[in-house]
Every structure is written in C-alpha cells, then in structure tokens.
C-alpha cells in the first residue's frame, strides 16, 4: 500500500483466504487473493490528495451482502459504505467514533462479470463509488456522475 493512503484504510479480508477460486456464471475462475488483488489496485489508484483527505475509514472484502431484517431478501449490493460522511462530521465527531466502513462484496462482482477485465472495472467502479459516498456524494449524483 503506498505511503499516501491514510492509516486504516488497508484491506482487512475476514478469515482465511479461499482454498478454491470462485468460478463464476460465465465460466471464469478468480481465486480470493485476485479477487483482493483488484480491490487493492482500484485503492492504489486513488490520487494522493484524495486519498489522503479520507479519514478514518477501513476496507472490507465480503463474500456476499446479507439484507438486514425489514430489508427486501433480494438485495444484491456490490459494495457498502457505512459511517458518517465527511461532509456531515462536526467537532465531536472524533471522540470515540469508530471508523467508516467500506466493503466490497465478492460473489455479486464475479456474478455479473464474464472476465478477469469486468471484475477488475466492476470493482474499480464500486471503490470509488464507496469512496465517494464517504465524502458525502449521494447516489443521484454518483449517477449523474456515470458512477452509479
């Protein structure tokens, strides 16, 4: 990870990685340390003053989104940011506050893409996606925007 990405922000992959590649609909295989792989290319890629404006937020790698209750079963998410945006942060903020989440969801990226060239787009647009939320762009913008 290069030096300007803030403290927090490495990928933090739950548990070991998977002995077997994930084969997806289309007949490709990734395993899960190319999967992590792309993840971290597409957070190398950030530009230095970006990154370094992030704060306090930590990056998740997933297999899959499980709905929350009340939340439709069919939920499909290719990422999630969870936190507190920047824009949104007063002075107290900082007292306690545990970090911004990122995470990025395995399964439903390999799902929709037919090549190692989707997954690593796919996953590149969702980070910055993410990233963007964390510093308080909603997703009408993001669409508008051509990152939605």
């Given at each position: ?17 998977e ?57 499909v ?60 762009i ?7 925007l051509?990152?939605?």
């Amino acid at each position: 990870m290069p030096a300007t990405l803030p403290p927090g922000l490495p990928i933090v992959p739950e548990g070991p990685s998977e002995p077997l590649p994930f084969t997806g609909p289309h007949g490709f295989t990734m395993s899960a340390d190319e999967f992590e792989a792309a993840v971290q290319d597409a957070l190398d890629s950030i530009p230095g003053k970006l990154a370094s404006a992030m704060d306090n937020v930590a990056v998740f790698i997933e297999d899959d989104y499980v709905p929350r209750p009340g939340e439709d079963a069919d939920t499909v998410l290719l990422g999630l940011y969870e936190g507190v945006p920047l824009t949104e942060r007063d002075s107290w903020w900082d007292a306690g506050s545990l970090p911004d989440r990122i995470t990025i969801f395995r399964e439903p990226i390999l799902d929709i893409c037919s090549s190692r060239e989707d997954v690593i787009h796919e996953v590149a647009v969702t980070v910055v996606h993410e990233i963007a939320h964390h510093f308080g762009i909603d997703d009408d913008r993001l669409h508008e925007l051509g990152w939605g």
